[in-house]
């Protein structure tokens, strides 16, 4: 984005404020309102509420990271000197990558520790699992009884009975450090309902499943769907593209919708969804037609000469040749053919097509959750979009788009045990060979299935039950004390899937816990430090502090110190475990927290240099600063390290998909249709639900304690193109009754021309709800019944909207909404994908007027009708289950938690 002439010079007279990024940008700039942070134990400032009095505060200003989204942007807790608790937070200007700024969702970490409703102490089950019941425990009983039943599972040698279930991750390595001590396949993750699509497309590329463009820097700025400019890397990507428009890149984004960063763009091209390899194929063919491609990098990096001997053995094996012959494999891609897929005119395919095709080595492109998560073979969307990367060789340049374990920075532990000696069939049964995480979307019908069952199952900072697809079957797995012996939620507040719980323990929220981050936000690599800020704040203040619970809040605890006691407790000194949790400086003792961090920062490259300039050990640098640079810029790294491929290259061709099973797939290609293509619809009265977008003032299931998130979004009304609600009879405010292939739900309607003709959005976030036994979240929850009407069938419906309530918060009596939205995600059939085994989020719907017994907020659902369904998309993945060599799957691709690598093999 160029500034005119009068811009310029009215910056440069203080006219209008300084925007340029050089003047500006944070680490490298003034940031001149921050404080210095040689004061930030002794911050004095004026008191706004006492304005016109002057009245001065005094703070000590304490860096933590936000916890509400991945990026964990640096905030600084100002803790109020003369109450000893957290005033405000604001952005922390020594995290390189938050560089001081945050989303609304960083300083709304207030709200959440003030929560008058959120949890203060551990909670045990009284009566029937799910009933409502709650009595308070002391951690000590909830600790013993808890490691009692986790002992005894593992006494029968079972491997895959005690499972942590991870919603919100977020520290790096502990969790997979503690169930290796305890010697169990036990992992499960979020994963394959947000990013297994487009891991999968990245993974066949580079084994690198993750992408980081370095949008600040780059000529083209190519999003597929703006999903993550709004949610996972908000504000750290935010920022830096507008860098980069700055220094005039051109925008380029790819979405159905009109997200508010399409509003931005340059080219905003409303694809149908699932079309966009369609698009990407047509723009590969432009690059290699006009010899755009970089043929150094195609020629010495991409294993362009395995396709050859592969489908063209009696061909040259010339590089030419390979040209040609990738030009013949692609003639179908034309922009024509684009343009018809997609449902865009071709003169966009074509105009953006060219500020692509001319790029170069500063192509800069994304694609995360979005299209990739939304389709049957969205995960062909993330490999199609490299494709562009590697013809104009903008991999791991500068303004390209790097692997993101370039720069992202793995801790070195103080002990790390051996890798569990179990598969876990039912994270990863053995028909989904090429699933990139775990099958968790489908867990409930795997256990109806028969496939197995759980003792003790830890939900952390997850809400399944309401964030997931079909969540009435989550409810029947978690009820059925068969299926789970003991579940235990760790969460900072309540949730959907808390309600179904044995065990209720509050864990800390960003200021209150411990965690070590490090995320490719940008083309640096940097390491910071989430810590909890009353227990800096009492170290400060000269006092010690043996437990985090001791400072915080109630009894709300931090996860590193709970599940080191627990460790300490499951061993009855027979069982091997306790030899992982003792200290690296004392001999046969427990280690404490401050001895784990230390450890660790101390073996930060740079880390310990940097804190000894200023007088400090490496944890006193990060207690006092949050964060640290470790790199600058992380590129080519491929011309020390090459490619961790089969083939030590970019895998154009991949051989794992023929051995597989899937030959059609060997080089990337459009050749299957999404579930919601318009062949797979039923003419005009079916239409595509796009039900994942972000609304960037929310988290899925953990901002609805935020008031100022809440006051600002609270509705999810059905986005509807003006000539479908034409169609429809429908007019802004109406009710709408939604059909998918398991239930349905009722809903308001919003006519905007910011939506495809032919799809219907509905934002991810809203819609939460507690029965009347139910507590916490009042903000945003609805209360509703929930009624079982016979056959399967479970029916819900709200009983009344939020409303305000009394509290020590006088907030909480002021609030003016009453709509809380409705809860779609409950009535989606889970879909995964054959192949990368992600969930597909996009869900064929029918529309009518609702019938005169159903009003808005209502929800059917037909859990035998979800199970059915469910096995007919589990079939595909079996129909085509290979096992190359016996594998169970490739052993050079990923797991997030590896059991040793006989278990790699199916059993004989
Ligand atoms: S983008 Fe927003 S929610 Fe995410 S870590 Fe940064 S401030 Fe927090």
Redesign the pocket.
Known sequence: MGWTFIENIAQRLGIIPDLDRKRSMGASGPLRTYPDSEHWHDHVELDANAWPEQVERRYSLVPTT?F??E???GLLAYVDKDSGQVAKFEGNPHHPG?RGR??A??PATINQIQDTERILHPMRRVGKRGAGGWERVSWDEALDEIAAKIRASLKTGAKDRVVYHVGRPGHEGYTNRILKAWGVDGHNSHTNICSAGARTGYGLWQKHDRPSPDHANAKVILLSSSHLETGHY??PHAQRILEGMMDGAKLIVIDPRLSNTAAMADHWLPTWPGSEPALFLAWARMILERDLYDRDFMENWVNWDMWLDAAHPDEPRTFERFIELLLDEYAEYTPEFAAEECRIPIEQVIEAGEAVANAGSRLCTHVWRSAAIGNLGGWQVARTLHLLNVLTGSVGTEGGTSPNSWSKFKPELFDEPPDPDGWNELHFPSEYTLSHYEMSHILPHLVKDGRGTMDVYFTRVFNPVWTYPDGFSWIGMLENEDSIGCHIALTPTWNETAFFADYVLPMGHASERHDINSYATSAGKWVAFRQPVLREYARREGREVEFTHEVNPGEVWEEDEFWNELSWRIDDGTMGIREHFESPYREGERITIDEYYQYTFERVPGLPEAAAEEGLDALGYMRKHGAFLIEDATYSKHEEEGWPTPSGKQELYSQTMVEFGYPEHAIPHYRIRSHVHPDNLQGEDEYCLLPNFRLPQHIHSRSANAKWLVEIAHRNPIWIHPKDAAKLGVDEGDLLKIETEIGWFVDKVWVTEGIKPGVVGCSHHIGRWRRSQDRGNRFLTNEVTMEDVGEGRMRMRTVSGVEPWKSDDPDTNRIWWRDGGVHQNITHAVQPDPISGAHCWLQKVRLSRPGPDERYGDVEVDTNKSFEYYKRWNEMAKQRETHPRGERRPLWMKRPLSPRKEHWFMPE
């Open positions: 936000c509400n989204c990026s964990a942007c938050s945050n989303c969702k960083g908000f504000n």
